[in-house]
């Protein structure tokens, strides 16, 4: 299994709103609506923000959206804020197994 | 809430068997439909799944690593653990232990710990 692509970095300034992409194949992002997002804040663990394509767990702000089309899933976040500056990474679930992005570096500019 | 926390050796030699084990609190390991993660992440670079193990037993591995890979649990001790067999430089990581609800998005994590992989 590959991983998913995403872009190495992306940044917005306060109050923009910034998309960050994840493409996989019909094996993994496309066959599933099990796409999650983590995000991951320097010498962090990981935190799930997205799970199954468009859900927020219960605690992290609506501005944080989940979306995916074809082989290609996105996350967006409305009214960036100094706090959200992080590494960001998508997953997907493919056939017992999960598979990661290789991470966007997001900068509040 | 559901707390992991990873325990081992910090420093393993190559070729020998790297052995992790993460204590779980506040929820037994054996109640509910869950699948118990090990996840690492290599310095400076991104998110690798490992595996998991389902609360019946079951395990499920990447497939780049199903030769080298075992995990289990011990209900008995409320605790999963991680055997990365021939290890080598490339094993160098902060290994985490994550619940998955589903088996497809790990949500409660460890903390991570560091192995690093050197004579």
């Known amino acids: 299994q590959s991983a998913l692509t995403q872009p190495a970095s992306v940044s917005g300034s306060p109050g923009q709103s910034i998309t960050i992409s994840c493409t996989g194949t019909?094996?993994?992002?496309?066959?599933?609506?099990?796409v999650s997002w983590y995000q991951q804040h320097p010498g962090k663990a990981p935190k799930l923000m997205i799970y199954?394509?468009?859900n927020r767990p219960s605690g992290v702000p609506d501005r944080f959206s989940g979306s995916k089309s074809g082989n290609t899933a996105s996350l967006t976040i409305s009214g960036l804020q100094a706090e959200d500056e992080a590494d960001y990474y998508c997953s997907s679930y493919t056939s017992s197994s999960t598979v990661f992005g290789g991470g966007t570096k997001l900068t509040v500019l | 809430q559901v707390q992991l926390q990873e325990s081992g050796p910090g420093l393993v030699k190559p070729s020998q068997t790297l052995s992790l084990t993460c204590t779980v609190s506040g929820g037994s390991i054996s109640s509910g439909d869950y699948y118990w993660s090990w996840i690492r992440q290599p310095p400076g670079k991104g998110l690798e799944w490992i595996g998991y193990i389902y609360y019946s037993g079951s395990t499920y591995y990447n497939p780049s690593l199903k030769s080298r890979v075992t995990i289990s649990v011990d209900t008995s001790k409320n605790q999963f653990s991680l055997k990365l067999s021939s290890v080598t430089a490339a094993d160098t990581a902060v290994y985490y232990c994550?619940?998955?609800?589903?088996?497809?998005?790990?949500?409660?994590w460890g903390q991570g710990t560091l192995v690093t992989v050197s004579s």
């Open positions: 019909s094996s993994d992002v496309g066959g599933y609506n099990y």
């Open positions: 994550a619940r998955d609800a589903t088996g497809t998005h790990p949500d409660y």
């Open positions: 199954e394509v468009s």
